[in-house]
T-cell receptor
Framework: RKEVEQDPGPFNVPEGATVAFNCTYS??????FFWYRQDCRKEPKLLMS???SGNEDGRFTAQLNRASQYISLLIRDSKLSDSATYLC?????????????FGKGTHLIIQP | EAQVTQNPRYLITVTGKKLTVTCSQN?????MSWYRQDPGLGLRQIYY???????DKGDVPEGYKVSRKEKRNFPLILESPSPNQTSLYFC??????????????FGSGTQLSVL
């Protein structure tokens, strides 16, 4: 089983809609969680960290469900500029010296 | 400006011709790493370095070398490039590695084509 799994999409969503997608992780020792955003052929950039209590930043909300071992990202009132690939990143205690494991990303397309 | 600088941005070469992709960060970060990204495979780690003179293999190290003689620089070396190394490469750094590894700062990427 892969350590970090994401639905690759693409998710085609009309502008203004709310969209949510999940990322599941297999290692219960995972301790830190992040969402990165990557535009086509550009470098990934940190979107937000995911805390146990959840995290909200404007139109974006990230949640952690430790019992079911997944994190989620919800985007409200989606904009055309939200079109990108969203990478889930998990820091696994003992998961290699550098700790980080990347999902393959979920491709989101916001349509006018 | 705090940044990770990769060069070159684009590189076309031929099989067997040694090349180096440079990576430099100005944030005094201990941790640096190289990734390659291919369609459908996501980001895969090539090598990483926890500090000066400390380097370790990632998931796909074959055909690559790295060095970390100074804290700020982490070059990626392809001694004898082959077409299967055609890919988009990213360098990244963060303040620390291991269990405290959090925000990664990425370079802008190097698109390598090996003919």
């Amino acid at each position: 089983r892969k350590e970090v799994e994401q639905d690759p999409g693409p998710f085609n969503v009309p502008e203004g809609a709310t969209v949510a997608f999940n990322c599941t992780y297999s290692n219960s020792a995972s301790q830190s969680f992040f969402w990165y955003r990557q535009d086509c052929r550009k470098e990934p950039k940190l979107l937000m960290s995911v805390y146990s209590s959840g995290n909200e930043d404007g139109r974006f909300t990230a949640q952690l469900n430790r019992a079911s071992q997944y994190i989620s990202l919800l985007i409200r009132d989606s904009k055309l500029s939200d079109s990108a690939t969203y990478l889930c990143v998990v820091n696994i205690l003992g998961g290699g010296a550098d700790g980080l494991t990347f999902g393959k990303g979920t491709h989101l397309i916001i349509q006018p | 400006e705090a940044q990770v600088t990769q060069n070159p941005r684009y590189l076309i070469t031929v099989t067997g011709k040694k090349l180096t992709v440079t990576c430099s960060q100005n944030m005094n970060h201990e941790y640096m790493s190289w990734y390659r990204q291919d369609p459908g495979l996501g980001l895969r780690q090539i090598y990483y370095s926890m500090n000066v003179e400390v380097t370790d293999k990632g998931d796909v190290p074959e055909g690559y070398k790295v060095s970390r003689k100074e804290k700020r620089n982490f070059p990626l070396i392809l001694e004898s490039p082959s077409p299967n190394q055609t890919s988009l490469y990213f360098c990244a750094s963060s303040p620390t590695g291991g269990s405290t590894n959090e925000k990664l700062f990425f370079g802008s990427g190097t698109q390598l084509s090996v003919l």
